[in-house]
């Protein structure tokens, strides 16, 4: 290979990789300095979609990749915690969001970049305090990302030579949808358009493609950033894959009008950077702000068109569950504690009712082996966890109140059985992490066996479900039942215990085998028993 290819190559690589790593690990020490609650910042400022753009747009900047705010949102939406009106709001955002990398890049500071990187260490290195050791990465991560784009740069200055390249450039100038297709394919690959935009940036700043090549190019670059939430939707729920639609939706809508009216856009363009004097790398970041940000202003007011279309895509009926509390309002507290109360029950019966579900899908994933099963468990396991904290904090605040005895066995009598139910949920949970072990290590149960527990699961089941109908309507006869039912599913782990050993014994089951259905056996009777520890509130058992 001849030598300058070879160096051509070396440095363009090798300050692609400091580049990447460079953005990744200032993301790292943004997330690090805000105390990584990301994922509530979404929750709690997603009230509407508006509030979901200025979401997605901080986010964004902290973690430095669309990409990232973007599955993270997919994620939220598969679990139930956002709905996809929320999710379009934070997916815009996010789009604006990424462009401060464009313009971090757009400040010549390039020269400086060895000694911030030296500062950067020193943070690290030298200062023990963590929240130094947090802002010296970020410094670190700024140094690295310009370091490694000059490296980038200076590698496709070369490039200019090549008559292959000027006639590309040139067909790119004419033919815009061929900068469009080239920018797509191109941040496919490397899955973040952050990469393909300083790239363009690199390339622009040499003189290496024109102003109007550069912006097809960069239309292409949105676009292709959004196959990582399309990677990320697959195999989730439906309302997941409608927002990864959405988010490719609105690239291409943007692209479409963008693509029309590309000469004025190129002017705009233009008029910017001779008004404001500014450097290529820097105008490459106010044409890639522009472009989000009108996209941003266009496509807002037609949010539920953009829902009607993707729903019309991808049809079915959702079955996502709502991860939000609905009845845990704080002024209930101020205006009355029983009423307060009465909602806090209320909310304690919904966490019940996913306890039930989550069993049911466990059961289900026992059965058939199939991963949704699984999928739809650990999300109702999280939906648990997550309510029981909603709802430990709202009995809290009512404690903090003044309660007559009455109200404050109630109080205690909600406290316990959200604890209880919260801990049947992490048992369902166990017994997944069970079936997901034996998946892995091709671990074989017996049919005798799985028809033990599929009998013991039902009847685990049956008494969860009498336990919360019987704390719904204060039902003794149900509490009673639920109470029989306890001994019933003690005696069962009894008699499977034994029945397992002559199996064992028999060589019939391996010994892997047998762990797993005993464990099993095991979380079920537990299950039982929390069961049976709200029945007895209803009886009045301490």
Known sequence: MDLQWQSMLFQFFGGLGIFLFGIKYMGDGLQKSAGERLREILDRFTTNPFMGVLAGIVVTMLLQTSSGTTVLTIGLVSAGFMNLRQAIGVIMGANIGTTITAFIIGIEITEYALPIIFIGAVFIFFIKNKKVQYFGQIVFGFGALFFGLDLMTAGMSPLGNLEMFRELTINMSQYPVLGVVIGTVITLIVQSSSVTIGILQGLYAEGLISLDASLSVLFGDNIGTTITAVLAAIGSSLAARRAAAIHVLFNLIGTAIFLVFLPLFLKFVMYIESLYYLNPKMTIAVAHGTFNITNTII???????????????????????????????????EQSTAIALGQAKEEVLRMGQFAVKGLQESKRFLETKHSKHADAAYQLEEVINNIDTKITNYLVKISATSLTQHESERHSILVNTVRDIERIGDHFENILELVEYGLTHKVTITDEALQDLDEMFEMTIESVQKAIEALDFNDLQLANIVAEKEEIIDNMERQLRKKHIIRLNEGKCSAQGGIIFVDIVSNLERIGDHAVSIAEVVLGVE
């Open 299 to 333: 496509q807002f007011p037609f949010i539920f068109l953009l829902i009607i279309i993707v729903t019309k895509l991808i049809p079915g009926e959702d079955h996502a569950f709502e991860f939000k509390s609905k009845h845990l309002d704080p002024l209930f507290i």
